[in-house]
């Protein structure tokens, strides 16, 4: 009886921490930053991951998948209530509610624009619902807010030039999966070889991701235009065993409403004719050093088409058909530094 | 001995009873669209847009007949990811299921699919447009009275199914766009 009841103590002390951490806590933080009221909620990742958000202009409520508690600074200047699982918080005044969810650490953040603001961009098509658009018109968020854009071409200019190169996919987004790798880790190491090779020759560089994080398309292209790049190139695995570099398309807007309601964004339009010659001239290059099929192709992938500089995606053969050690990555590296260069 | 002889001959016996049972279970009974008794009338003829070697193909499935368009609807979801899938067809994802189809006062269609089209799916830029057009086309083809598709996964606005292409926003204006050939070096 004794030994049991140990056992029993033993177990209990041995559990009681597993309980702790069970604990659900969201601690909620806000700033402001001109008239932008940024509110951030932080927790444990799938508590972010799972929960749901539906928001209006004068109230958020999010509801997490289990019950919770939370923490907030007493001068948080909405009034905010707990419903079992649900987080409502009230607002007034405010135009535009912008929600991101982030990862490392796993937070959701609203940027609330106030009502007054009227400062925004100048838009390329007409805006029927700025809300729905897929990539921001308004100011962008005070972290990545952009330099201002200079009045002459970039090429004028005598500074280094700024290259932002994204790593496709990231962090619960593997990509596409070989037996020992994923795609979105292989891009990494060839945006970071890349990076490595152009900074060499004198180029600034940007990475929209340093390490395995998710990022998505809405956040790639807040960052790339935030930094008003010379070039910007994504990079990605191809299904097939060849190497395909993409361009944005340009057609003509369509008249129709309903279409112009959800239409992805025409920024890259002004830079299409400089991107499809960078496409060309980085595609020829690999086809001189790996003498394998290389196609360019023209698709309306947002993350080009929304994009206010010079871009490509590139797709490298399949890593589910190809090694990709550290001399294969230097090569593909080169062949697009190339590629770049002979598009200079 | 006589027990062991016993004991084979039940075995053996029990063997063929299972296996003639269990055959009998396998047999796959004719749909209703192969039935020699159903009649032309009785049918739809679905027109299904499948990836095939880079491109989408286009071929013909025979259903029994539906009358509302969301019934047709659905059924085109259904045969679109319906397995085994025909050969050369590739970059459908396995076992999705339609969890809802409805419309809108807008006339938008809403498609609500399971978590699998997400997780089950793989593939590079192309793949992934391929599979979206492929259900906006096979839609569009034999359903008239919306305007514009919306996919949702769990009933949920998904940002991107394979980290390349919006799903955040309605279909159409994304898939119409007329792609130009690839053009090799």
């Known amino acids: 009886m004794k030994k049991l009841l140990i056992l029993f103590i033993v177990g209990l002390l041995t559990a009681s921490p597993l309980f702790a951490e069970e604990k659900k806590e969201v601690s909620l933080r806000f700033s402001r930053q001109g008239n932008i009221i940024r509110v951030v909620l932080e927790s444990y990742d799938n508590f972010i991951l799972n929960a749901n958000i539906a928001d209006t202009l004068s109230s958020i409520k999010i509801e997490f998948p289990a019950l919770f508690q939370l923490k907030k600074p007493k001068d948080f200047i909405f009034e905010t209530s707990l419903k079992d699982r649900l987080l409502i918080i009230a607002m007034k005044n405010i135009g535009e509610i912008r929600t991101y969810k982030l990862s490392s650490p796993a937070r959701i953040v609203f940027d609330l624009t106030l009502a007054q603001n009227t400062n925004k961009e100048q838009s390329p098509k007409p805006e029927l619902n700025p809300e729905l658009k897929p990539d921001l018109k308004t100011e962008p968020t005070p972290e990545l807010k952009p330099e201002a854009k200079p009045e002459q071409p970039v090429e004028a200019q005598a500074v280094p030039k700024l290259y932002v190169i994204d790593a496709g996919h990231g962090g619960y987004d593997y990509g596409i999966l070989s037996n020992d790798s994923k795609e979105k880790d292989l891009n990494l190491l060839l945006t970071k070889d890349l990076s490595a090779a152009l900074s060499k020759k004198g180029n600034k560089i940007f990475l929209t991701r340093k390490v395995d994080q998710s990022l998505s398309i809405l956040e790639r292209i807040i960052l790339g235009n935030s930094r008003n790049p010379y070039i910007f190139i994504s990079l990605h695995s191809s299904a097939s065993n060849a190497f395909v570099v993409y361009t944005g398309t340009v057609d003509e807007p369509s008249t129709e409403a309903s279409v112009l309601l959800y239409s992805l964004s025409a920024r890259q339009r002004r830079h299409i004719e400089k991107s499809r010659a960078l496409a060309k001239a980085i595609g020829t290059s690999l086809k001189a050093e790996f003498k394998e099929d290389v196609v360019t192709r023209e698709m309306p992938l947002p993350i080009l088409n929304s994009m206010d500089s010079t871009a490509v995606l590139i797709e490298y053969p399949s890593l589910q058909l190809n090694t990709y050690d550290q001399q294969m990555r230097n090569r593909v590296a080169n062949a697009i530094l190339k590629g770049i260069q002979s598009y200079e | ?185």
């Open chain 2, 1 to 185: 001995m006589l027990v062991i002889l016993i004991f084979i001959a039940a075995a053996a016996g029990s063997y063929f009873f299972m296996r003639n049972f269990s055959q009998a279970e396998k047999q796959v009974p004719l749909s209703p669209v192969q039935s020699p008794l159903m009649q032309a009338g009785d049918i739809t003829v679905l027109r299904i847009y499948q990836p095939r070697g880079g491109r989408l193909e286009m071929i013909e499935k025979k259903i029994p007949k539906r009358i509302s368009s969301t019934a047709i609807a659905e059924a085109v979801i259904e045969e679109f990811f319906r397995q085994p899938l025909a050969e050369g067809v590739s970059g459908i994802p396995l076992n999705v299921k339609l969890l809802g189809l409805y419309k809108d006062e807008a006339q938008m269609l809403y498609i609500d699919l399971s978590d699998e089209v997400r997780r089950n799916f793989q593939g590079d830029a192309l793949s992934e447009y391929l599979l979206l057009s492929g259900i906006y086309k096979s839609l569009v083809s034999n359903v008239q009275d919306f305007q514009d598709v919306k996919m949702l996964v769990e009933g949920r606005e998904l940002e991107t199914l394979g980290g390349h292409f919006y799903l955040k926003y309605p279909l159409k204006d994304m898939l119409t766009t007329e792609l130009r050939g690839d053009t090799r070096i």
